[in-house]
């Protein structure tokens, strides 16, 4: 007789992937909205699926174990099928033109997570995407370009503006040790930036100045990949959250330079009143963005 497969509960793979994402369970469970010992029951129940421990401890935060990093990556590929299965069976009849901006650190993650599975689940909307900067994408929806935009939190405000949340800054290099290597010389330190209006060039021209670092800017850059290439060879550091970071950059130790706070997230819509297509998307926005970015306030 063949063995019956295993069927794991998306309530519990929901928070295995938070507590590891969060570094806490019990984060996790305020997170959901369910009890400490309730989530800690879900992870247990999931081991005992699988025949070996999940996660284990790094410090003051766990981590997931080999095993558990297999299962992670299946876990968030199921929870998107079913958030697009959900989608696509409870809002079929959505329609019409949806507009839809966000910086690119977020463009990567977000893009693929949120808009194509909202696309395949609503091929009657016809969605646009704009990938820009904070001001490009401000502007848009003051000039009724745009229904949504996702931003950093900074000078502007609009009038219909909701705060998400907020992320560590860090600061970036091509190696753990550029920070040192940078700082063990008696030359200004070198940075990769946006061009100025930028949230993050001015926290850590700020920062620097605080601590009577010398800086230079050494290379000045458009666009966000221009920024990884100029890191990536070496022409310096620079600063961004975790959102996007590529995988052969390395967030450097904080101890060499100096702390630069937090960056928070706002969706902005062009009107009061939104489409139901455009609620729709607020709302899967909304879910991943709290699913997949640690708040630090």
Wanted: charged content about 20%; some cysteine; hydrophobic content about 45%.
């Amino acid at each position: 007789m063949n063995k019956r497969p295993r069927c794991f509960d998306l309530d519990a793979l929901q928070s295995f992937v938070t507590g590891i994402e969060l570094g806490s369970f019990a984060q996790a469970a305020e997170r959901l909205g369910r009890s400490t010992s309730a989530v800690s029951a879900q992870l247990k129940k999931l081991e005992q699926q699988c025949g070996v421990a999940l996660v284990e401890k790094s410090g003051r935060h766990l981590v997931p174990s080999r095993s558990g990093e297999v299962l992670l990556g299946y876990a968030r590929r199921l929870l998107a099928l079913n958030g697009e299965a959900a989608l696509a069976v409870g809002g079929g009849a959505l329609s019409g033109p949806l507009r839809v901006g966000m910086q690119e650190d977020f463009g990567e993650r977000l893009l693929p997570a949120v808009l194509g599975a909202f696309s395949r689940a609503h091929p009657e909307v016809q969605l646009t995407a704009r990938i820009g900067r904070n001001a490009e994408l401000l502007h848009g929806i003051a000039a009724g370009e745009l229904d949504l935009a996702l931003c950093w939190q900074w000078q502007q405000s609009t009038p219909w503006m909701a705060s998400l949340g907020a992320v560590p800054l860090r600061w970036i290099g091509a190696q753990p040790e550029d920070a040192a290597r940078f700082r063990d010389t008696s030359t200004p330190l070198p940075l990769v930036m946006f061009e100025a209006p930028c949230l993050m060039r001015s926290r850590a021209t700020e920062a620097l100045d605080r601590a009577g670092i010398p800086w230079r800017i050494a290379l000045e850059s458009r666009s966000l990949q221009g920024i990884w290439a100029a890191v990536s060879a070496g022409l310096g550091v620079t600063v961004r959250a975790d959102a996007g970071l590529p995988e052969n950059l390395y967030r450097l130790e904080a101890a060499a330079l100096p702390a630069l706070g937090v960056a928070g997230i706002t969706l902005h819509q062009g009107n009061a009143v939104l489409t139901d297509a455009a609620l729709s998307l607020k709302s899967q926005l909304c879910r991943e963005l709290a699913l997949r970015l640690n708040p630090a306030v």
